[in-house]
């Protein structure tokens, strides 16, 4: 798959915790991506953060249950991203998603 110059980069933030049809939401998330046939997605976990409740998750030893943040980060046109957003409307009930322009200077793989 080749990207033009001129992409988007659609961000996704929620939570580790948070579940679409008993799974992860982040995995569905990407699933739903490779489905549609968009570029790759990367899913991060991050160690400390808070959203619009302005409650804080973190990754300190002690705490018995986590919910961690986690960003979604999906490269491709923004026509293809487009095509995800009906989706993420249906299911992120809790978070953020943002869209903005993103230059590609390389997007290839190593042929086996």
Do not use: N
Request: charged share 30%; net charge negative.
């Amino acid at each position: 798959m080749k990207l033009s110059e001129q992409g988007a980069l659609l961000r996704i933030f929620v939570g580790e915790a948070d579940k679409h049809q008993g799974k992860p939401l982040y995995e569905q998330i990407v699933l739903k991506a490779r489905e549609i046939g968009l570029a790759g997605a990367t899913v991060t976990r991050g160690i400390m953060g808070y959203g619009a409740a302005s409650r804080i998750h973190t990754s300190k030893v002690l705490r018995l249950s986590e919910d961690l943040p986690i960003v979604i980060e999906i490269v491709d046109t923004e026509a293809k991203l487009e095509q995800l957003l009906p989706f993420l409307d249906d299911v992120v009930e809790e978070g953020l998603v943002t869209i903005e322009k993103a230059q590609v200077l390389v997007y290839r793989h190593k042929e086996s």
